[in-house]
């Protein structure tokens, strides 16, 4: 089946600094990667979506200064948090959307626990 | 996305099945159905979809009702390795991509 590959599995980094979390498809394409947020015991929140060679979408709401999204392949979507503060600790899970998009169905990374300290 | 509406939270005992009911009263025509579930600090994890038959894989059944106002996920004989929560989705497929809208979802106990 589909396998997507989400890294780190979790990262604690100091107020200010900026972490990066990429998600890659690795057993298929992937020409949309969708970018979530889950906040404790809340459901998944949509943050972005990009596609791959183009500028990424972002939900309203989300500061696209702040994360820095790039699709630089068809394998490989990266999220960056800059200057990070602990109300950005989260769980971010990137999702992948590859085969007929009529009617396959996005496959998830294992997600990134990210604590800001 | 139309909305869903599902239970709050479920239990089963281990190796009864599970039907974990969803209505989705204004779907539209070309929405597709699809089954996710979460366990604790994981990724979603995709189950199975329809869009107006009912289906069948290894993993469930998907039973979706003739007007497609509501559909069951059936989980056959349930383990406790199946405790989670589900996520009931409805997917619009439009020209390109389209995302997907999670809900609170049913949080299914499975006990022994």
């Known amino acids: 089946g589909a396998v997507v590959s989400q890294h780190p599995s979790w990262v604690i980094c100091k107020s200010g600094t900026s972490v990066k979390i990429e998600c890659r498809s690795l057993?298929?394409?992937?020409?949309?990667m969708f970018w979530y947020r889950q906040f404790p015991k809340q459901s998944l929140m949509l943050m972005a979506t990009?596609?791959?060679?183009?500028?990424?979408?972002?939900e309203q709401g989300v500061e696209k200064d702040k994360f820095l999204i790039n699709h630089a392949s068809l394998t490989l979507s990266t999220l960056t948090v800059t200057s990070a503060h602990p109300e950005d600790s989260s769980f971010y899970i990137c999702?992948?959307?590859?085969?007929?998009?009529?009617?396959?169905?996005?496959?998830f990374g294992n997600g990134t626990r990210l604590t800001v300290t | 996305d139309a909305k869903t509406t599902q239970p709050t939270s479920m239990d089963c005992a281990e190796g009864r099945a599970a039907n974990l009911p969803c209505n989705h009263s204004t779907i539209s025509g070309n929405e597709y159905v699809y089954w996710y579930r979460q366990i604790h600090s994981q990724g979603p994890q995709y189950i199975i979809h329809?869009?107006?038959n009912n289906e069948t894989n290894e993993m469930a059944s998907l039973i979706i009702t003739e007007d497609r106002k509501s559909s069951t996920l059936i989980l056959p004989h349930a383990t406790l390795r199946d405790t989670a929560v589900y996520y009931c989705i409805v997917r619009v497929m439009n020209s390109g991509y389209s995302t997907l809208t999670f809900g609170k979802g049913t949080m299914l106990l499975v006990s022994p």
């Open positions: 999702s992948a959307l590859g085969g007929n998009p009529y009617n396959s169905p996005l496959h």
């Open positions: 990009s596609n791959e060679g183009s500028k990424a979408t972002y």
């Open positions: 057993d298929f394409q992937a020409t949309t």
């Open positions: 329809g869009l107006k």
